[in-house]
T-cell receptor, first 116, second 112 residues
Framework: GAVVSQHPSWVICKSGTSVKIECRSLDFQATTMFWYRQFPKQSLMLMATSNEGSKATYEQGVEKDKFLINHASLTLSTLTVTSAHPEDSSFYIC????????????FGPGTRLTVL | AQTVTQSQPEMSVQEAETVTLSCTYDTSESDYYLFWYKQPPSRQMILVIRQEAYKQQNATENRFSVNFQKAAKSFSLKISDSQLGDAAMYFCAYNKRGKLSFGAGTTVTVRA
């Protein structure tokens, strides 16, 4: 149980285009989902927290107009990187919390974004 | 704000031996959770062990155990009988009200 998927696992796009990454909880309802960014050999940095049906809360320094997050259902959250540039190339990881249990996060396998 | 410090960027251990990873954290809270996560080359985050701050007993999961010192705000991970599959990056994390703060990570290599 408690499986989280991400799609795509790897995406390459041209500079200036937008890319959407999906995060799905497969066997539970996720009232809260988190989006992290990770550079090689570094730690996970929280970008934003999304609650189903409400606007995402962004961490300081994260451009909310650039990283659009939507959590439209209890099993799906999306991260859209708008007008991507090479510096946006990174590994993006989502995690999900089950309703009533904020003591544990279940992580997706991550998405590698390369912007040319 | 919570900060988590892992002071060992890299650790190396001989197969079948024991290695201990250190972690300290800063908080003014009394009730919280601490975690160790493993991130192998696949980069999938895997929960290794969890500790609830109000529990004095150290958590254990098979070959993995922690030494939780609440007053010292220390939370070290011991890997016993190390196996080749233990090679990964290990992150210490603090959870309060659902948000995780991660340490910088420790890369563990296992020598055959």
């Amino acid at each position: 149980g408690a499986v989280v998927s991400q799609h795509p696992s790897w995406v390459i796009c041209k500079s200036g285009t937008s890319v959407k990454i999906e995060c799905r909880s497969l066997d539970f309802q996720a009232t809260t989902m988190f989006w992290y960014r990770q550079f090689p050999k570094q730690s996970l940095m929280l970008m934003a927290t999304s609650n189903e049906g409400s606007k995402a809360t962004y961490e300081q320094g994260v451009e909310k107009d650039k990283f659009l997050i939507n959590h439209a259902s209890l099993t799906l959250s999306t991260l859209t990187v708008t007008s991507a540039h090479p510096e946006d190339s990174s590994f993006y990881i989502c995690s999900a919390q089950e309703r009533g249990n904020d003591n544990e996060q279940f992580f997706g396998p991550g998405t590698r974004l390369t912007v040319l | 704000a919570q900060t988590v410090t892992q002071s060992q960027p890299e650790m190396s251990v001989q197969e079948a031996e024991t290695v201990t990873l250190s972690c300290t954290y800063d908080t003014s809270e009394s009730d919280y959770y601490l975690f160790w996560y493993k991130q192998p080359p696949s980069r999938q985050m895997i929960l290794v062990i969890r500790q609830e701050a109000y529990k004095q007993q150290n958590a254990t999961e098979n070959r993995f155990s922690v030494n939780f010192q609440k007053a010292a705000k220390s939370f070290s991970l011991k890997i016993s009988d190390s196996q080749l599959g233990d090679a990964a990056m290990y992150f210490c994390a603090y959870n309060k009200r659902g948000k995780l703060s991660f340490g910088a990570g420790t890369t563990v290599t296992v020598r055959a």
